[in-house]
């Protein structure tokens, strides 16, 4: 028979009861915590709060609260912020209601966190955890006082000279019928008195019983079902139906425990009229003791009784939350019921808020009345956390070999403290350190002294306070770092750190080393001038010295001796030159990687060496792409102009979903004439290469792309006999906001015209295989309301009265 498992208690989470001036720091913090960490907002906690009774004036003491921990100082964790910046930048408080409604989850979460504020009752969990549960054991062997009663199944196993098995039936009357002896009454019996009286009476039928030649055991086969009544505080009061191995335990965690007004030490078991027993749930809890923890028979009852005396206490102990208190227990045991002082509690005294028949009072509790103070029902005790500052703490920083913080022993001095710092470093400056001290109302101030003086005797040694902070600077802090600068054809470039007898070979061996291109000619060495005539227009503002070294940074190099902040140039040899490659793709003979072999040479000179064009090859759609800027010459400039244009263009119409090549943005695209390069080879369409360049040559190209604000954006087959307006017209026309005048057309070969205007008439460009159509949208327009126009009218007619007003 199984133990039906209770379901989990629902909770109402009323917070009606939550009172901000009772919540301790550390609760305070721990919810900040956990805002922070779900991503809650204040909305979401209002609305919880509101829809769960909580008043809205402990609201505004909770974000007062909030706010003061925020803006505290001296905190030993800092205390993170409940303010957030919504997407319109206005920053809000957790607490604020004009956000959006929470969701299901995000109220949860919020429920969840508001409900650590009101205190666990001590016990409660131990009935509505998943993890524990009190269900008795069916497949123990039978316990020797086990009372029998109707429906248990006994087994009867006879060994030795005689050998046999029955499995009987108890009756309703109590009895069992035992072949060959009879009717037997056990029923009220243990298995002890009933295993005597079988054995009497099956004696007579198995002698070998009397003298031990024949053994008897008896055992419970199946266990019988009992009924038990839970009455009183319990979250399930009513009749239940336990095996008869049960315990009050059992029935207990079936009921889902006492409620929050039930009492969890003084719970009763009656039978028959008669308490019998009395369950203290602590001593479980506490010790792991079932005291009195007794089996129940049928119709037993359990009653929960309401608490008698109840108190709280909060703050730095180990099992904060709700206790019950029995009759004669002092304030020692509550802090017994909670685990003790952890280790940051304030040991010396406790607080206490008591309830008078009017008002409330507080009290303060010493150490030497834990032992006799009785707690009365309704009490809150409260334990401070130790001050977050020590009694007997000096620090020293700076030049000493163990820097840090000391213990202040009697008598302890300046001389001393650097003496248990292990010294003073070489690099310590000597002449001056400061002593950072507090004062009796915790101002600062700065005592000086000569370190030097101090450590020799000759200057009075200082006596140490509580919290002085020494400071002994290193001769390198004092001054700026020392550095050189090594810059120009190094493998290293950048600053090095200065040493005194730093050469010119040093800096550049530690910068990496000369690179190949670079010259060993014409070093120059720039040098800071500390003595410079400022009344002097002229005036040097820096002194260069221009040296020649060899490659292996002999002679000159290894004699000449750097000083602090020098920059050293390296220049590149102007004989030294890298190879540049450009590449030709598409229809030539040869295309691939060429690497530029003059400074003069050209399109045409590349066209030749990839051995010219193939058949199917279009040079009037050739184009250029080149990364970087193009030369500042008239024709590269007409081409940028043409680019800026292109992309103008191109981005204006975005709006109508035309998106030229991607690969086609990547590079500059330069439009070339490569017919008219061909013919006039060195002329200025003839352009010059640079390093990158890649020569594109399309093969033969049969279409033209329209798009834009057109009925339908179409590719259609070019056709020499068809213009501008043809094209449009295989693509449906022009759009209801297309804006013709400013329609244009992007050539294979990367060159852009528009439309130009022609007294009233557009002048449309001329269309060439592989082009591509654009025809932009004209931008929306705002239509003046009514009232505009009203408002618009009302100003002329003013104007117009002040005009005719000064003319009269």
Same mark, same amino acid.
């Given at each position: 028979?199984?133990?039906?498992?209770?379901?989990?208690?629902?909770?109402?989470?009323?917070?009606?009861?939550?009172?901000?001036?009772?919540?301790?720091?550390?609760?305070?913090?721990?919810?900040?915590?956990?805002?922070?960490?779900?991503?809650?907002?204040?909305?979401?906690?209002?609305?919880?709060?509101?829809?769960?009774?909580?008043?809205?004036?402990?609201?505004?003491?909770?974000?007062?609260?909030?706010?003061?921990?925020?803006?505290?100082?001296?905190?030993?964790?800092?205390?993170?912020?409940?303010?957030?910046?919504?997407?319109?930048?206005?920053?809000?408080?957790?607490?604020?209601?004009?956000?959006?409604?929470?969701?299901?989850?995000?109220?949860?979460?919020?429920?969840?966190?508001?409900?650590?504020?009101?205190?666990?009752?001590?016990?409660?969990?131990?009935?509505?955890?998943?993890?524990?549960?009190?269900?008795?054991?069916?497949?123990?062997?039978?316990?020797?006082?086990?009372?029998?009663?109707?429906?248990?199944?006994?087994?009867?196993?006879?060994?030795?000279?005689?050998?046999?098995?029955?499995?009987?039936?108890?009756?309703?009357?109590?009895?069992?019928?035992?072949?060959?002896?009879?009717?037997?009454?056990?029923?009220?019996?243990?298995?002890?008195?009933?295993?005597?009286?079988?054995?009497?009476?099956?004696?007579?039928?198995?002698?070998?019983?009397?003298?031990?030649?024949?053994?008897?055991?008896?055992?419970?086969?199946?266990?019988?079902?009992?009924?038990?009544?839970?009455?009183?505080?319990?979250?399930?009061?009513?009749?239940?139906?336990?095996?008869?191995?049960?315990?009050?335990?059992?029935?207990?965690?079936?009921?889902?425990?006492?409620?929050?007004?039930?009492?969890?030490?003084?719970?009763?078991?009656?039978?028959?009229?008669?308490?019998?027993?009395?369950?203290?749930?602590?001593?479980?809890?506490?010790?792991?003791?079932?005291?009195?923890?007794?089996?129940?028979?049928?119709?037993?009852?359990?009653?929960?009784?309401?608490?008698?005396?109840? &108190?709280?206490?909060? +703050?730095? $102990?180990? @099992? #904060? %939350?709700? =206790?019950?208190?029995? /009759? *004669?227990?002092? !304030?020692?045991?509550?802090?017994?019921?909670?685990?003790?002082?952890?280790?940051?509690?304030?040991?010396?005294?406790?607080?206490?808020?008591?309830?008078?028949?009017?008002?409330?009072?507080?009290?303060?509790?010493?150490?030497?009345?834990?032992?006799?103070?009785?707690?009365?029902?309704?009490?809150?005790?409260?334990?401070?956390?130790?001050?977050?500052?020590?009694?007997?703490? &000096?620090?020293?920083? +700076?030049? $000493?070999? @163990? #820097? %840090?913080? =000391?213990?202040?022993? /009697? *008598?302890?001095? !300046?001389?001393?403290?650097?003496?248990?710092?292990?010294?003073?470093?070489?690099?310590?400056?000597?002449?001056?350190?400061?002593?950072?001290?507090?004062?009796?109302?915790?101002?600062?101030?700065?005592?000086?002294?000569?370190?030097?003086?101090?450590?020799?005797?000759?200057?009075?040694?200082?006596?140490?306070?509580?919290?002085?902070?020494?400071?002994?600077?290193?001769?390198?802090?004092?001054?700026?770092?020392?550095?050189?600068?090594?810059?120009?054809?190094?493998?290293?470039? *950048?600053?090095?750190?200065?040493?005194?007898?730093?050469?010119?070979?040093?800096?550049?061996?530690?910068?990496?080393?000369?690179?190949?291109?670079?010259?060993?000619?014409?070093?120059?060495?720039?040098?800071?001038?500390?003595?410079?005539?400022?009344?002097?227009?002229?005036?040097?503002?820096?002194?260069?010295?221009?040296?020649?070294?060899?490659?292996?940074?002999?002679?000159?190099?290894?004699?000449?001796?750097?000083?602090?902040?020098?920059?050293?140039?390296?220049?590149?040899?102007?004989?030294?030159?890298?190879?540049?490659?450009?590449?030709?793709?598409?229809?030539?003979?040869?295309?691939?990687?060429?690497?530029?072999?003059?400074?003069?040479?050209?399109?045409?000179?590349?066209?030749?060496?990839?051995?010219?064009?193939?058949?199917?090859?279009?040079?009037?759609?050739?184009?250029?792409?080149?990364?970087?800027?193009?030369?500042?010459?008239?024709?590269?400039?007409?081409?940028?102009?043409?680019?800026?244009?292109?992309?103008?263009?191109?981005?204006?119409?975005?709006?109508?979903?035309?998106?030229?090549?991607?690969?086609?943005?990547?590079?500059?695209?330069?439009?070339?004439?490569?017919?008219?390069?061909?013919?006039?080879?060195?002329?200025?369409?003839?352009?010059?290469?640079?390093?990158?360049?890649?020569?594109?040559?399309?093969?033969?190209?049969?279409?033209?792309?329209?798009?834009?604000?057109?009925?339908?954006?179409?590719?259609?087959?070019?056709?020499?006999?068809?213009?501008?307006?043809?094209?449009?017209?295989?693509?449906?026309?022009?759009?209801?906001?297309?804006?013709?005048?400013?329609?244009?057309?992007?050539?294979?070969?990367?060159?852009?015209?528009?439309?130009?205007?022609?007294?009233?008439?557009?002048?449309?460009?001329?269309?060439?295989?592989?082009?591509?159509?654009?025809?932009?949208?004209?931008?929306?327009?705002?239509?003046?309301?009514?009232?505009?126009?009203?408002?618009?009218?009302?100003?002329?007619?003013?104007?117009?009265?002040?005009?005719?007003?000064?003319?009269?």
């Amino acid at each position: 028979m199984s133990v039906a498992v209770p379901a989990v208690a629902q909770n109402t989470q009323n917070f009606s009861d939550i009172r901000v001036d009772e919540l301790s720091d550390a609760q305070i913090r721990q919810f900040m915590s956990q805002v922070q960490a779900a991503g809650l907002t204040e909305a979401q906690l209002e609305q919880v709060a509101a829809s769960r009774g909580m008043p809205s004036s402990e609201v505004q003491k909770l974000r007062a609260r909030v706010e003061k921990l925020q803006t505290s100082s001296g905190k030993a964790e800092p205390v993170k912020s409940l303010k957030q910046t919504t997407t319109s930048g206005r920053s809000v408080n957790y607490l604020d209601t004009d956000s959006v409604s929470a969701s299901r989850d995000s109220l949860q979460q919020a429920g969840s966190i508001l409900e650590n504020f009101r205190p666990k009752i001590f016990g409660s969990d131990l009935f509505s955890g998943k993890q524990v549960t009190f269900e008795p054991n069916l497949r123990m062997a039978t316990p020797r006082n086990y009372v029998i009663g109707p429906d248990d199944e006994l087994l009867l196993d006879i060994y030795g000279n005689s050998e046999a098995s029955y499995k009987l039936r108890v009756s309703p009357e109590g009895t069992i019928n035992v072949q060959y002896v009879g009717v037997i009454p056990v029923g009220g019996m243990t298995i002890e008195q009933a295993t005597q009286r079988i054995k009497s009476r099956m004696s007579t039928i198995y002698s070998g019983l009397r003298s031990g030649a024949t053994n008897l055991n008896i055992a419970v086969g199946n266990i019988r079902s009992i009924k038990v009544v839970l009455t009183g505080e319990v979250k399930k009061p009513g009749t239940y139906t336990l095996p008869s191995l049960a315990t009050v335990f059992n029935a207990l965690y079936v009921s889902g425990g006492p409620t929050d007004n039930g009492s969890f030490r003084q719970i009763e078991l009656i039978r028959g009229g008669r308490r019998i027993a009395t369950l203290d749930i602590y001593d479980f809890l506490l010790t792991g003791e079932f005291r009195n923890n007794v089996g129940l028979q049928d119709q037993d009852v359990i009653r929960v009784p309401t608490y008698n005396r109840r &108190v709280e206490i909060v +703050g730095e $102990v180990k @099992r #904060p %939350g709700i =206790f019950e208190m029995k /009759e *004669g227990e002092r !304030l020692s045991d509550l802090f017994r019921f909670a685990g003790e002082f952890n280790e940051r509690a304030y040991k010396a005294r406790v607080k206490v808020l008591k309830n008078t028949d009017t008002e409330r009072r507080i009290d303060d509790i010493t150490s030497d009345a834990f032992a006799t103070y009785q707690p009365a029902s309704g009490d809150k005790y409260f334990v401070d956390e130790i001050l977050d500052r020590f009694a007997n703490r &000096v620090t020293i920083e +700076g030049a $000493v070999f @163990r #820097p %840090g913080q =000391f213990e202040l022993s /009697e *008598g302890l001095t !300046l001389k001393g403290l650097i003496q248990k710092a292990e010294g003073l470093k070489e690099d310590a400056f000597t002449n001056r350190a400061y002593i950072t001290r507090l004062k009796n109302n915790n101002e600062t101030e700065l005592i000086s002294f000569d370190v030097a003086k101090v450590l020799s005797g000759e200057a009075a040694d200082v006596p140490l306070k509580r919290e002085d902070k020494i400071n002994i600077s290193s001769i390198f802090d004092l001054k700026e770092e020392y550095n050189v600068q090594v810059e120009g054809e190094v493998r290293d470039p *950048g600053k090095l750190k200065y040493a005194e007898g730093m050469t010119l070979e040093d800096a550049i061996l530690q910068a990496g080393g000369l690179k190949e291109n670079a010259t060993t000619q014409r070093v120059e060495i720039s040098r800071r001038v500390k003595n410079s005539d400022v009344n002097s227009a002229s005036a040097i503002t820096a002194e260069v010295f221009q040296v020649n070294i060899t490659s292996d940074l002999r002679n000159t190099a290894s004699t000449f001796v750097l000083q602090p902040f020098d920059i050293v140039a390296i220049r590149p040899s102007s004989g030294y030159s890298t190879q540049k490659i450009v590449k030709i793709e598409g229809e030539v003979l040869f295309p691939g990687v060429y690497s530029i072999t003059r400074k003069d040479e050209r399109i045409s000179d590349l066209l030749n060496r990839a051995g010219g064009f193939t058949a199917y090859a279009y040079p009037e759609g050739a184009s250029l792409k080149r990364a970087g800027v193009p030369q500042d010459t008239s024709v590269t400039a007409k081409m940028d102009r043409q680019r800026v244009r292109q992309f103008q263009l191109v981005q204006r119409s975005v709006s109508d979903t035309i998106k030229l090549d991607k690969e086609a943005l990547k590079n500059d695209f330069v439009g070339i004439d490569l017919p008219r390069i061909l013919k006039r080879k060195g002329g200025r369409d003839d352009i010059f290469l640079e390093e990158g360049d890649i020569v594109s040559v399309p093969k033969q190209l049969q279409t033209v792309k329209i798009g834009g604000e057109v009925l339908s954006p179409v590719t259609v087959v070019f056709s020499r006999n068809k213009g501008f307006r043809e094209y449009i017209s295989n693509a449906g026309g022009f759009g209801n906001r297309a804006k013709r005048r400013a329609a244009y057309v992007v050539y294979a070969n990367g060159t852009v015209q528009s439309t130009s205007k022609f007294l009233f008439f557009n002048n449309f460009p001329s269309i060439k295989p592989g082009a591509q159509i654009f025809v932009p949208k004209k931008p929306e327009v705002r239509r003046m309301s009514a009232g505009e126009w009203v408002g618009l009218s009302s100003g002329l007619a003013s104007v117009a009265a002040i005009i005719v007003s000064l003319l009269r």
